[in-house]
């Protein structure tokens, strides 16, 4: 920028200048002389018929930091985003203001921590809704045939209802024990989704055996009116949770991480809630109806009624129909009426067509802001994101199994110099760049074995240059050294053949190539850029899993999307770069995939 300003004294003017010159003027270009897309540094560019015009009339500024959060500095790099945030909501955001500016920022972690704020902000609401269903099991287990105040501590099931939620809970505890033992990672629809489907489900099944066994003959034995009562209900219960398992089991089946937890979470806990409804709450349901027919007090079962006209009452109210007896009387009642019939047929089928109608138009995904508390910082930081950013997520094309033989066509087939077929990745991933609206590719992918080529290239002479020893010369040394393959060097190991190393050759310089730092000498290096593109390996001499062999195991190739401001462009994003990869590797035969 400095050549352009002092050609252009108006700051103004030299500012378009490099805005339109960004990948042609070398005096526009990044201090280690590489092109700098505007978009990845400014946002909020106007728009002209859905066209980026790059101009002064940006109206944001991004910046990056990168952290290596690789499994041996994952404790460190937490540690500093927490930092981060905590620097930038004390600090920075007061210096913004009285600017008159707004910062909205973010961190890798930030997600997760604000939903885990949420979830604890949450723990009364959950606490609520335990109370709410531990009521309503109280009063619907069992349902007083009695209305006499003197007998409803004797007919209330508070301590039923109480050992039904608890069973819930128990089926929760137990299915998270035996993930974590089976080394299976939870998520917080744990605590927010779990405990209320297990609830919602064995309250269900709790309900028909209390009332079948309220159907049951009250002269018939207790124990063999419990044994009818699980006979005639728990096929029924049986068939339901057999059901509920299998179809949760089958989410297990998803690619989706989150819901193959999720989905097994849940069938385990449905299956053990399922175990404890037909054993445990069996056993208690017997318990209690022991207490009931003793008149003994719920929550105080060592108090019994021994007045005799409450006794009597209670024996004469035995045969009362109840509050369930009345309402299915009623209902079916009114249900035996065919204009009642008719009506609740053609509404229902009214719903369904309606619903069915109405697919088409249900929109895949969910907002990352429903998710999120209201008063979270991300709110604006999404916002922002959507509206401000003219280029969208980085979109990495993982290659596996590349071989670098020189004699294979695999490289030919990847990369974009000179040499490459014209089909290969690369140049695909290019050309789906140019109709980005459909495509959502932004831009081409960096590639590192495109800049290792060049970097090897003797024609930039201050790129690959060793020491007289053979080991590696920085670009920054003012040292005597010799350029890598400029053919002067004794050793036959330094003498390319053709447009395309050996093996050798990759073995020598590729970790050269990754330690090397771009600069305006050499923008080709791979430091920071490649580094960590490859999949490591410490037991490969390279430090790069597979290049010792000729076939790199894993390696990525980073490009961008177009801006995605909603979950469904995510998914349709997605879902195109998987459409090029599956074209690509029919194509070419290599294996590649998108994330």
């Not at 819930?168 to 505890?173: A, E, F, I, Q």
């Not at 339901?240 to 991480?257: H, W």
């Not at 021994?306 to 035995?318: C, F, P, T, V, Y």
């Not at 008719?342 to 109608?357: D, K, P, R, T, V």
């Amino acid at each position: 920028f400095e050549y352009a300003a002092s050609n252009h004294p108006n700051q103004s003017d030299w500012m378009e200048f490099c805005f339109q010159h960004w990948i042609t003027e070398e005096s526009c270009f990044s201090a280690f002389k590489a092109p700098m897309d505007p978009k990845l540094v400014f946002g909020g560019f106007p728009r002209d018929q859905g066209n980026i015009v790059y101009s002064n009339e940006s109206t944001s500024l991004i910046v990056v930091y990168l952290v290596d959060n690789s499994e041996e500095n994952l404790d460190a790099a937490l540690a500093f985003e927490e930092k981060f945030i905590e620097v930038v909501q004390e600090k920075l955001v007061g210096m913004a203001e009285k600017h008159s500016l707004r910062l909205s920022y973010s961190s890798e972690s930030s997600v997760q921590k604000e939903l885990e704020r949420e979830s604890n902000a949450d723990a009364m609401t959950v606490l609520l809704s335990f109370i709410a269903m531990f009521v309503y099991m109280t009063f619907v287990l069992g349902g007083a045939r009695s209305c006499k105040p003197s007998l409803l501590c004797f007919r209330t099931r508070v301590l039923l209802g109480l050992g039904g939620v608890l069973l819930v809970v128990l089926s929760v505890l137990c299915a998270a024990g035996i993930l974590s033992a089976l080394g299976v990672k939870s998520t917080l629809l744990i605590v927010e989704v779990i405990p209320f489907l297990a609830l919602a489900i064995g309250v269900d099944n709790m309900c028909i055996l209390a009332h079948t066994l309220q159907c049951e003959d009250v002269n018939t034995a207790l124990p063999i009116r419990v044994g009818n009562a699980l006979s005639s209900a728990g096929p029924s219960i049986t068939l339901a949770a057999s059901a509920e398992v299998l179809a949760f089991l089958a989410g297990v089946l998803t690619g989706m991480p989150a819901c193959t937890t999720f989905a097994l979470f849940a069938a385990i806990t449905v299956l053990i809630d399922y175990v404890f409804q037909v054993t445990a709450f069996v056993a208690m349901l017997h318990l209690d109806e022991q207490r009931i027919k003793n008149l003994r007090m719920d929550c105080f079962p060592c108090l019994k009624e021994i007045r005799a006209s409450n006794r009597l009452d209670e024996k004469g109210a035995s045969h009362d129909g109840g509050i369930l007896e009345y309402l299915i009387i009623s209902f079916s009642g009114v249900l035996q009426n065919k204009f009642v019939q008719i009506s609740i047929l053609l509404s229902f089928l009214a719903m369904l067509f309606g619903a069915l109608s109405c697919i088409q138009h249900v929109e895949l995904g969910l907002e990352q802001t429903v998710a999120l508390p209201k008063d979270s910082y991300l709110q604006d930081y999404f916002h922002d994101i959507a509206s401000q950013l003219r280029v969208g997520p980085p979109v990495y094309f993982v290659q596996k199994n590349l071989d670098i033989h020189p004699e294979s066509t695999d490289v030919n087939k990847t990369c974009s110099t000179a040499g490459c077929f014209p089909n290969s990745m690369l140049n695909q991933i290019q050309n789906a760049a140019e109709i980005a609206p459909s495509s959502y590719i932004a831009t081409s992918a960096a590639s590192w074995i495109d800049d290792y080529i060049s970097w090897i290239n003797p024609s930039l002479n201050r790129c690959c240059r060793m020491y007289s020893n053979e080991t590696f010369c920085p670009t920054a040394s003012t040292d005597d050294c010799e350029t890598c393959f400029d053919g002067n060097s004794p050793d036959p190991l330094f003498h390319l053949h053709g447009s395309r190393p050996t093996i050798a050759q990759i073995n020598k310089t590729i970790p050269w190539f990754m330690e090397a730092i771009p600069s305006k000498e050499c923008a080709k290096a791979g430091r920071g850029a490649y580094n960590t593109e490859l999949e490591r390996s410490s037991s490969d001499p390279t430090g790069y899993s597979g290049v010792s062999e000729g076939v790199v195991t894993a390696a990525r190739y980073r490009g961008y999307h177009t801006p995605l401001a909603t979950q469904n462009d995510f998914i349709m994003a997605l879902r195109e770069a998987k459409r090029l990869t599956q074209k690509i590797s029919q194509e070419l035969g290599l294996e590649v995939f998108p994330y």
